[in-house]
């Protein structure tokens, strides 16, 4: 400052610079007071720029549709490859309104392949009814024959008679993106990306081994469990809940991967596990509600994503 | 008259020093020499604490008088051209802000404590432990090595299943892991998080090759069977992602498959006593491909904690 007063002729007296480099430092000073400390004033090409501008808003407004393939996980006798669509409304960009839906196809697990041969062709019950195999089995395994009238021939395969299978899903949820960003892959490719966490019901259609042995809810007798091998279905109402990571490739397409949990009780295997003794730990001769157990049933899903309208929002 | 002037000034500047200061984080921002001036950042100048031109004993590379600039250079460009015109016509340009890469790894070791948990064997479960020390060759490839100790707890599930279906079903207990391995970093990226905090990530896939020590648990022939562990070749694939919540500390979660040939218990038990305790027919013939998916969860941290860029000039 000294060299720019001094290159003034009215500001060579030294009193008068003195004087006026006072008054300047003392009108800064208090200038500055009034100030925020954290405030940085730019005067570059970024001065007065907002954070984040044309930021892309893929959900706010937008309707989107994801046709889905899921499979369940850590299954014990079946697992299930599920098609499917979800269908979401975003009234907001963090918020959405949605269901989704799918039907199962069940495929045995190995464990439920190597009980088939072991545990049923191997040892030929039809012509061994009474080794001590097939008597300590009759009411778990099945075996080719008729079942009580009314209800279809068994096939003797555990998939046909007994197993456990969830055959449909319905489950409107609620889904948050509390998560936005961007990832970028072999550091050339970069993409918008979220982070979705979704709750909601599910209900799901479930296809079990009829109740067998005992009494019903009515007082009337169950046909025998060793005489009675077949398979009913009936509805689990459960909450469902998980993440997703989207990727919006463009304007109104994207994909993703979806982990989900929908927890109820079931019985995976039509086995008699419960039902008497100390916490009712022993088996009792009936295949009932007494033998569901309670299971963690998880689901991973693949998705892609079309937005409509096409066209994308986007801050100024 | 006039120095009772210029007191009268430095005085109330003395004054308004404290009022200017309490808005300023403590061992923060000093004032300059003026003391008085808030901190005013020009993007288009050098940074204060760089001189705006050399020194004039200082030759220049940027152009000029002093040589060095691209007419100097390659002086035929410059023939015949209006610099004065090319400065004054249009431009449609797009400008980025290139943020510097917040956690980098180039040269660093990382340091990863993770808790497992098998999770593909409804039979026995098999929690645990490990330690993985990667060192970083470039930003986005690392050599390592990892070990895993595990327990084992045989399931109710495998206790059901043998009861109701009157099978033995062969299981095995696992004792102790250890891999070298090779890690990519093929995508990273950074998500706001209610519009409020930024946290960095990254996705990275892992293979190796190590060891596996395993053993069968008797269950057809409890009674004469014993077994001891015994190590076999295992191949690692995997894949995790690292959430940063500083830059040398992250959450790792992970999962890996480790691939090996199990030998199983003999589900046949030989006649006689003296053959049922001989141990070459314990096992069953050949070997069992076997697929030990673990999901994997822990801290990494990055070492040395701070780094400096190296920024091109």
Redesign the interface.
Known sequence: MGTFLSRLPRFRSSRARTLVAAAAATVAVVSASTADAQEILLTGPLAGAPAVRKLRLHREGRIELAPTVSFTLLDEYQRHIIPGLRVTYHPLDWLGFGVWGGYGFGIQTNLADELQKVGIEDRRCADNPSSIGCFLTEVNLTRAGNNPPGDPARTGTLGGDQLGAMTWFVAPEVTAVPFRGKIALFASVFADADIAFFAGPAFVGLRERKACGGTDDNGAARPACADSFSLTDRVAIAPTFGLRLNFYATDFVGFGAEFRGFPFSWNTAGFDNHGTGQDNAFPDQKVDGADSEFKFNTAMSVYATIAIPTKIKTTE | M?KA??GL??A??LI??P??AS???KGT?KPDK???????????EPAADQPATPPDDTPSDTGGDQGGGICDITPEVCQNQDFDKLAQRPLNVE?Y?VQQIYALRYHRFEVNAYGLQT??D?FVSHPGGGVAVNWYISN?LAVGVNGNVYGNAVSS?NF??S?????GLPITEYQWNANVNFSYV?????????GDF?FHYDFYVIGGVGAISTRPIAVVDPDNRVFEFEPKINFRLGGGIRIFFNRWLAAVLEVSDYIFFDKLENPQIPAGFAEAQNKDTWLAEGTSFTNNVQAQGGLSFFLPPTWEYRLPK
């Open positions: 006039r002037r210029v000034l430095v109330a500047a308004a020093v009022l200017a808005a300023q984080p921002a003026a003391g008085t001036q808030p901190k005013e950042v020009n993007l288009d400008m802000a999770l593909n409804q986005v599930f059901q299943t009861r109701s279906a009157r099978v093929p995508a990273y990226g950074k998500f706001a998080g209610f930024i």
